[in-house]
């Protein structure tokens, strides 16, 4: 990556924004489609209840907690393997 010259860096740091922009939106949407799913069952009003509301509130909790452990666990993994290499 240091052997990069000015605009190679410009070109990568481009498409590695791209690619977080993809990652975020197809995350995103798939937060949607979960809790959508999981929370919205009665079409009869066009009013969102307050059981629909909580039970969205709590999906996108979980979900966030999810992401968040996963992303730890990653990163934990990612040093161990990092340890591994080294030795």
């Known amino acids: 990556m240091n052997n990069l010259t ?12 791209k690619r977080q922009v ?3 939106i197809g995350l995103f949407s798939n937060l949607v ?4 799913t999981a929370c919205a069952d009665d079409f009869t009003t066009k009013a ?3 059981r ?5 509130s ?3 909790q979980k979900f966030m907690h999810t992401q968040q452990r996963l992303s730890q ?3 934990e993994h ?10």
Do not use: G, I, W, Y
């Not at 000015?6 to 924004?17: D, F, K, T, V």
């Not at 489609?33 to 959508?36: A, E, M, R, T």
């Not at 990612?78 to 030795?87: C, L, R």
């Open 73 to 75: 666990r990653f990163q």
């Open 33 to 36: 489609d979960n809790c959508f």
């Open 78 to 87: 990612n040093a161990e393997m990092n340890q591994q290499q080294q030795q």
């Open 6 to 17: 000015l605009a190679e860096s410009r070109e990568l740091e481009q498409r590695l924004q």
């Open 48 to 50: 969102v209840t307050n």
């Open 22 to 24: 993809k990652e975020f």
């Open 58 to 60: 709590r999906c996108v």
């Open 52 to 56: 629909e509301s909580e039970c969205v």
